[in-house]
């Protein structure tokens, strides 16, 4: 989301500055990094390196003058255009450089005077029009744009490892759905540790915790919508949550095993107290000799435990 984002950023590379002061660079950033990142109606940006190559191509192709012979779907960006005539020329009246630049592009006329006054307005504050109705270019002015279009590439690689993070997926071929995470903060809770795996759903949450005191372990069991979903939230194993480095796992289920967990209060629950019950995992095997202990001081020693 952009208020994440922004946060991020400004945590990473605004420290020093006011609040109100960096989130009117970021927006500017935000602005500049167009086309290669687009927020949508919900608040959510993207970045896609198509539109972010093809935005380069067509920069490239403007400042070699051969904007006019290009066909319709290779046609650079009007602001660029605009920008550069500029540069070349310093100053010159908006009626002229918009009949200039008329010749490079198709299109109505209206349509093309609505397209050049918006190029012209996202050209700032590079490109200025005074009072007489002269553009200008200035190079102070545009190493400020230079300036908003490296934060708005920060932008864009900003989502792009968060995008890339969230679409890899560890192998997981035997379609496993059940998880065990570790390391987990004493604040963690099911909607914070969803937060932090999305948007990868997890169906179940099975905390470990002391039967007897209740003390959270700082660990537990996750079950994940789909297997897909497991691989990918395997995939962001150390990832920070809540200042901690979670550990994740796969965790198959074992013959006899109760999973997912009973829903506290329903038919055969045996939970205790955390933010989702925990559940005992199976009943007495028939015949069945092996224990876990856990749970054990560091300087226990098999007499200790035979005595016990």
């Known amino acids: 989301s952009v208020k994440k984002l922004r946060k991020e950023l400004q945590d990473e590379h605004g420290t020093d500055k006011p609040k109100a002061e960096f989130k009117k660079i970021f927006e500017s950033a935000l602005e500049a990094a167009s086309p290669a990142v687009q927020v949508d109606k919900d608040g959510i940006a993207s970045y896609n390196k198509k539109r972010g190559r093809e935005n380069e191509e067509n920069m490239e192709t403007v400042e070699s003058g051969n904007a006019q012979v290009l066909p319709d779907s290779e046609k650079p960006s009007l602001k660029h255009a605009l920008r550069v005539k500029l540069k070349g020329e310093g100053s010159m009246p908006v009626k002229k450089l918009r009949k200039e630049l008329r010749k490079g592009f198709e299109g109505s006329k209206d349509e093309f005077r609505k397209e050049f006054e918006s190029a012209l307005a996202a050209s700032s504050p590079s490109v200025q029009v005074d009072e007489d109705g002269v553009a200008s270019y200035s190079k102070k002015r545009a190493r400020k744009g230079e300036q908003a279009d490296e934060a708005g590439k920060k932008i864009g690689e900003k989502i792009e490892e968060a995008a890339a993070t969230s679409a890899k997926v560890t192998n997981n071929p035997d379609g496993i759905t059940r998880l065990f995470v570790g390391n987990l903060s004493w604040k963690i809770d099911e909607k914070s540790l969803q937060k932090a795996l999305a948007p990868n759903v997890v169906t179940h949450f099975k905390w470990l915790t002391d039967q007897e005191s209740g003390k959270f372990y700082g660990s537990g069991f996750i079950e994940m919508a789909t297997p897909d979903d497991a691989g990918r939230a395997v995939a962001m194993a150390g990832s920070d949550v809540l200042g901690r480095p979670v550990k994740i796992t796969y965790s198959p289920t074992r013959p006899g095993d109760v999973w997912p967990p009973v829903?506290?209060?329903?038919?055969?629950?045996?939970?205790?107290?955390?933010?989702?019950?925990?559940?005992?995992?199976?009943?007495?095997?028939?015949g069945c000799r092996k224990l876990f202990a856990g749970n054990l001081d560091y300087e226990i020693t098999d007499e200790k435990m035979y005595e016990f």
Request: aromatic residues 0%; glycine residues 8%.
């Open 263 to 286: 829903a506290p209060g329903e038919e055969g629950d045996r939970s205790s107290s955390r933010p989702s019950a925990p559940v005992a995992m199976s009943d007495k095997p028939s």
